[in-house]
């Protein structure tokens, strides 16, 4: 086996778990025409262990990036904050420029489709990707529809603040006509 294809193959390992878990099953199916199957078992024997060590390494790396990007949602939702980025990851690898952005923003659309995560929570988390998304791509004009008023949970520093927000829709909306971004929270 070549240089470049142990280097695509491990590559694929490092960024697709789908594939690295049904590799250590069964390393016949990481081989191709440039390489043998008994080269295939001895790169899952000798890595096995190793590749997991980087891929948990290269999650956490991400969790902390994304965690810098929306700390309010990482407050709000404590330590199911970890677990659910854990499962994300799981399912989606950021291939943009922007990683860490896309990889905040493709968490909030998972948040959305999990049916243990409420409302409130939801709202918390679109909020902040919302405004995000405002200054990160540099928008002139950003609007979002919420369930809850959630404004308590974003001046606070403690998210027992679950008691203070009323359960209304809202709208928040950002502008900017200058340099200068302006938000109203109605």
């Known amino acids: 086996m070549g240089l470049k294809e142990q280097q695509n193959l491990l590559a694929k390992l490092y960024t697709d778990p789908v594939f690295a878990a049904s590799f250590f099953d069964d390393p016949q199916i990481g081989t191709s025409q440039t390489f043998s199957i008994s080269e295939a078992e001895e790169i899952a024997a000798t890595t096995s262990e190793e590749i997991r060590i980087f891929v948990d390494s290269l999650i956490l790396k991400r969790l902390r990036e994304v965690e810098k ?21 799981q399912k ?5 420029v922007k990683k860490h952005f ?33 200054f990160a791509e540099g928008r002139r004009f ?5 369930r809850h008023d959630v404004r308590p949970i974003f ?14 829709r809202s709208v928040a909306v950002w502008w900017r006509l200058n340099k200068r971004s302006r938000f109203l929270f109605i």
């Open 69 to 89: 990007l929306l700390p309010i949602t990482k407050r709000f939702l404590g330590d199911d904050f970890q677990t659910r980025f854990r499962e994300h990851a």
């Open 92 to 96: 989606f690898n950021p291939v943009s």
């Open 102 to 134: 896309e990889d905040a923003l493709r968490f909030r659309a998972f948040l959305e489709l999990e049916p243990s995560i409420g409302p409130l929570a939801k709202d918390v988390v679109k909020l902040e990707t919302l405004k995000l998304r405002h």
């Open 142 to 146: 950003t609007a979002g529809l919420f």
């Open 155 to 168: 001046d606070s520093h403690v998210s027992k603040d679950r008691q203070m927000v009323e359960n209304r």
